[in-house]
């Protein structure tokens, strides 16, 4: 452009030294055709044509000394630097050989980057320079940390602990960095599922000297989460609420103290004030023009519509997610997709919502993100089960990458682990089904513990999916109950659409029981418009079941009681079958319920008696 020119060739005013202004030379360049490019409609911008960009360059090799080629990139930086087109700096002093610079570049601009919420170009910057330099550098080394953590890239972010904690010992940190370190581990400690440590870390942190900003407000949200987690959800609550009335705060800091709520609103299932915390969000949003902040309000809007048969709400938010694509977490964006492919197929659209998980499967493979295909491949195995293919199913989840178990769920609409016991349940197989309920019950265990009422739903139905397709009906309703008492008061019923017509039984025995009658007359009167609307589907009652005898035992609580009757101790029958104590826990009470006993030896010996063990 014109004012670069000035910079870096002198004067845009006629001189004795300069023969040409700048104005008149880009003039010339378009007037003589030397592959000039224009680079926006206004004609400010321009570029030479590669090769003659490569040709320029060699005459400017040949024809300047040294010192005039440094000299001319040390102007080009200034410049660039001054008017804030950071990556064209960073790109430049690498150019010039210069990677001290173009890593201060980075270090410095960075902070005000993540101040504003603008991680995606820290990240940006992150990967122009070499890699030797952020690992020297602590502030790049946290730099790169937070943007992990935005990006929930759970791996990365350990790897980057690991290096902080390294440079810890071997240097001093400052106040402020330490601080960052300490809440990194609580992150780390959150996700693992021990939420005591987490606890004590974010309670030290948030009384540092951090700047009241987006990081700050970091450590409030991961505060009220693992408070939540570890059972202190009215403590969560206070804390956040009096954040809000102290009066004038930063706004990125107040967004994310209301992030924390609607985190906290939408994991325990208050899914009114969830909205309302998402409409807070989108206020601020517009007072200092955040797309960020649009994007993640649509987002929580999206994924209390859609779990309250609003699907046609849901999509528009979910569609408002994906216009904003480049501005938010990649995480997000891919539940964005498959939210708008399951409101679609709820709402009896199966066309257009097949259409939405192939514009996911582009946006992922565009990406070259090992984790966002991973996630992408899950989602469209979770879509075909709700369209009746099997096979699709099943071959889209085999194309997941192994993907690291979390020891939080927290409020994702897609969590791949879910996904395959869903496809393993789907088959009706006998071993299949047993290997589900595994993993339910240790999922269970899980989402109870931390209080994740969002979660439990899902794997209390899909549990007592588990039991039915076993033959155990009587623990199936008793499941099936538990969750509708809990989905009931927020009306919360996607969980119960996308399981399936097999439960229906279930529900209506329910109901007929007085069990949360209405909801569950809501539940099925959706499900009788959903039949028809949508295409006919291969349901569970089609497949072969695994048993028809009521309450029989499975293959795995077989297993246990076989171990029970040798006389082992729950943890050593953990260990013969590879699977938790909470897991033998879980078997051990429907076992119980089963031959209805209350002790391991009368398990054992109404085994025998049945038939279920040799004598």
């Given amino acids: 452009c014109r004012d670069m020119l000035v910079a870096l060739g002198g004067d845009d005013q006629e001189s004795d030294e300069a023969h040409i202004t700048a104005t008149d030379f880009i003039r010339i360049a378009r007037d003589s055709n030397l592959f000039l490019i224009p680079l926006d409609a206004s004609g400010t911008w321009f570029r030479f044509h590669h090769l003659f960009r490569e040709l320029l360059l060699q005459q400017m ?44 570049l980075v270090e410095r601009h960075c902070v005000r980057a993540i101040a504003e919420d603008r991680w995606p170009r820290v990240r940006s910057w992150l990967r122009l320079i070499p890699s030797h330099l952020i690992r020297d550098n602590v502030n790049l080394l946290l730099a790169d940390a937070w943007v992990s953590h935005f990006q929930f890239d759970l791996e990365r972010l350990g790897s980057l602990l690991s290096q902080l904690e390294t440079y810890a010992q071997k240097q001093t940190l400052m106040e402020d960095q330490l601080a960052q370190l300490h809440f990194f581990q609580g992150v780390a400690a959150l996700h693992s599922g021990d939420a005591q440590t987490s606890n004590e870390i974010f309670e030290d942190v948030v009384t540092s000297a951090l700047p009241p900003g987006p990081i700050a407000g970091e450590v409030q949200i991961t505060l009220a989460l693992s408070r939540n987690t570890s059972g202190e959800k009215q403590r969560a609550y206070d804390a956040l609420n009096r954040e809000l009335n102290v009066g004038q705060k930063n706004h990125r800091y107040l967004s994310r103290i209301i992030f924390g709520k609607c985190f906290l609103d939408f994991i325990n299932l208050e899914a009114t004030d969830a909205l309302n915390d998402a409409e807070q969000l989108s206020t601020l949003s517009d007072e200092i023009q955040s797309n960020y902040l649009v994007a993640w309000s649509e987002y929580m809007r999206g994924l209390v519509f859609l779990n309250t048969a609003r699907n046609h709400d849901a999509c528009d938010a979910f569609n408002n997610v994906i216009r904003l694509q480049n501005g938010v977490e990649r995480r997000v964006v891919v539940d964005a997709f498959l939210g708008e492919a399951l409101s679609l197929q709820l709402r009896g659209r199966p066309d257009e919502a097949q259409q939405a998980m192939l514009r996911l499967q582009r946006w992922a493979g565009s990406l070259g993100d090992a984790r966002c295909s991973s996630l992408a491949s899950s989602c469209s195995a979770r879509l075909s089960l709700l369209l009746g293919d099997l096979a699709s199913a099943a071959e889209a989840i085999r194309l997941v990458a192994t993907y690291p178990r979390t020891g939080n769920l927290l409020f994702w609409q897609e969590e791949p682990e879910i996904t395959a016991v869903r496809v393993q349940l789907a088959t009706g197989k006998r071993s299949a089904v047993d290997a589900a309920a595994d993993v339910l019950a240790e999922l269970g265990e899980q989402v109870k513990a931390q209080h994740q009422r969002c979660q439990l739903v899902d794997i209390l139905l899909l549990q007592a999916l588990a039991q039915e397709l076993s033959g155990a009906r009587k623990v199936a309703q008793e499941l099936l109950e538990q969750a509708l008492e809990i989905a009931a008061p ?36 959706r499900s009788t418009e959903s039949r028809t609307e949508q295409r006919p589907r291969e349901t569970v009652e089609s497949r072969p079941q695994v048993s028809e005898q009521t309450d029989a035992l499975t293959n795995r609580e077989l297993d246990i009681l076989e171990l029970l009757a040798q006389r082992y101790r729950n943890k050593e029958i953990a260990a013969k079958l590879f699977i938790s104590t909470h897991t033998v826990n879980y078997h051990l009470k429907h076992i119980y319920q089963k031959l209805g006993v209350s002790g391991r030896r009368q398990a054992v010996l109404k085994a025998i008696e049945t038939g279920d063990l040799p004598s």
């Fill in 490 to 525: 927020a009306d919360w019923s996607r969980p119960f659409a996308e399981v399936g017509e097999t439960m229906l039984p279930l529900i209506e025995a329910a109901r007929d029981r007085g069990i949360e009658p209405e909801f569950a007359d809501r539940l099925l009167g």
């Fill in 61 to 104: 090799n040949s024809a300047l000394a040294a010192q005039d080629i440094e000299s001319l990139h040390s102007r080009a930086i200034d410049w660039l630097d001054q008017h804030e087109y950071v990556s064209e700096a960073i790109q430049q002093s690498l150019m010039a050989a210069d990677e001290e610079r173009a890593g201060a």
